[in-house]
Structure formats: structure tokens, C-alpha cells
T-cell receptor, first 114, second 115 residues
Framework: EAQVTQNPRYLITVTGKKLTVTCSQN?????MSWYRQDPGLGLRQIYY???????DKGDVPEGYKVSRKEKRNFPLILESPSPNQTSLYFC?????????????FGPGTRLTVL | GENVEQHPSTLSVQEGDSAVIKCTYS??????FPWYKQELGKRPQLIID?????GEKKDQRIAVTLNKTAKHFSLHITETQPEDSAVYFC??????????????FGKGTSLLVTP
């Protein structure tokens, strides 16, 4: 089954404690991205990756890092989380130049930073 | 980058009525326009999409229309049902390779269908 997976689904942590949210897709998509969703602000892109070892900032990259060492995985790293990073996070993947450019989202990670 | 505006932000209709959500975009090079439905606590799911070389696309009770000249596209849901209640997002794909053909999303429309 074609899917995007994320872990963990829920996370409560404290300010300053480094964390990683994993993301994996099995559709061989080149393009992967991370979004955060906050009430009234919609989906805002944090980082994206066009292929292995190619990453770039989205609209709200401050406080986040990513890496793309393998095509299927795209982890999101918060080196020193702060309360304003409390949000719902979605990983997504797509193949924008194919005949089927649809974007698929992971199930989401609800992060609370105390 | 691309700016996508979506209206209305909330929409309440009676079961059986039609619902229309409208989006405008700014980048004339945008070439792909998906619509997503997000139920409470779940991920956004693609419900319909349209490419820039097509003016209209229909799938059962939902349809999308695209006006490239005016740079706007709309989602039409006919014969609405309570299970259509959700947040709907439009998006437009930048037509640029160096941005990875980024998808820019509208802020969403919360649709409530009352029995």
C-alpha cells in the first residue's frame, strides 16, 4: 500500500530538549516536504527536499533542520524546541513532474513543547 | 512566492444544497491545482485536482473549474451530505523547477453541512 508514515504521532516535550520526527514514504517520490498546521494559518511549509542530499527552506524554517540521506526518509529535527513550535506537523511526498503529481500526506505528529 | 487566497473561511449549508469554495492565485506559471479535504484530527486527503490545460473536471458530486485568465479556481460540491463537513484546502503548484514545483495552500474553508 502506497503511504507516508510519521513517528511519533504524539509528543510532549520540554523546552530545549532535542527531538526528531521521522518520515518515510514507499512511493519512490523524489520530492518530500514538512508542513506545520496552526489554527487560522493553514498549512505552512517548513522545509522541502527535491532529492537525496538536496534540501531547501520553505516559508517557516526557523528552529528546524532536516536531512535527506535516503530517498524514502526525511526526518525533521528540532535542536532546541520552544513553546512556539507547539503545532501539528505533516510530512508529505510527491513526484511533481510525473503524470500523477498528487501530494500525499503522512498521518501527522501533534507536538507540544512545555 | 505564490500567493493563494481562499474564500470563504467558513461555510454553512443545509444538507442537499450546493457548496462553492473559491481560490485565487498569483503566479501565472502555476500549472497544477489540487483540492484537499481534512476531517477533524486527520491528514489532508486529495479529493480532486486539475491541470492548467483543462477548464473543468468532475468526479461524482464534486467538480473543479479553472479560469487561467482570471487566475482563479473553484470547488463545487453538489447534493451536500453531513459527511462532507470538513476543512477544505485549495493549492496551486509553482511552475518552477528550482522551487521543486512547490504547492502553496490556501488557508482553508471550514464547511458545515447541517441535516
Amino acid at each position: 500500500e502506497a503511504q507516508v508514515t510519521q513517528n511519533p504521532r504524539y509528543l510532549i516535550t520540554v523546552t530545549g530538549k532535542k527531538l526528531t520526527v521521522t518520515c518515510s514514504q514507499n512511493m519512490n517520490h523524489e520530492y518530500m516536504s514538512w508542513y506545520r498546521q496552526d489554527p487560522g494559518l493553514g498549512l505552512r511549509q517548513i522545509y522541502y527536499s527535491m532529492n537525496v542530499e538536496v534540501t531547501d527552506k520553505g516559508d517557516v524554517p526557523e528552529g528546524y533542520k532536516v536531512s535527506r540521506k535516503e530517498k524514502r526518509n526525511f526526518p525533521l529535527i528540532l535542536e532546541s524546541p520552544s513553546p512556539n513550535q507547539t503545532s501539528l506537523y505533516f510530512c508529505a511526498s510527491r513526484d511533481p513532474t510525473s503524470g500523477a503529481p498528487a501530494q500525499y500526506f503522512g498521518p501527522g505528529t501533534r507536538l507540544t513543547v512545555l | 512566492g505564490e500567493n493563494v487566497e481562499q474564500h470563504p473561511s467558513t461555510l454553512s449549508v443545509q444538507e442537499g444544497d450546493s457548496a462553492v469554495i473559491k481560490c485565487t492565485y498569483s503566479d501565472s506559471a502555476s500549472n497544477y491545482f489540487p483540492w484537499y479535504k481534512q476531517e477533524l484530527g486527520k491528514r489532508p486527503q486529495l479529493i480532486i485536482d486539475i491541470r492548467s490545460n483543462v477548464g473543468e473536471k468532475k468526479d461524482q458530486r464534486i467538480a473543479v473549474t479553472l479560469n487561467k485568465t482570471a487566475k482563479h479556481f473553484s470547488l463545487h460540491i453538489t447534493e451536500t451530505q453531513p459527511e462532507d463537513s470538513a476543512v477544505y484546502f485549495c493549492a496551486a503548484s509553482e511552475g518552477k523547477w528550482n522551487s521543486g514545483y512547490a504547492l502553496n495552500f490556501g488557508k482553508g474553508t471550514s464547511l458545515l453541512v447541517t441535516p
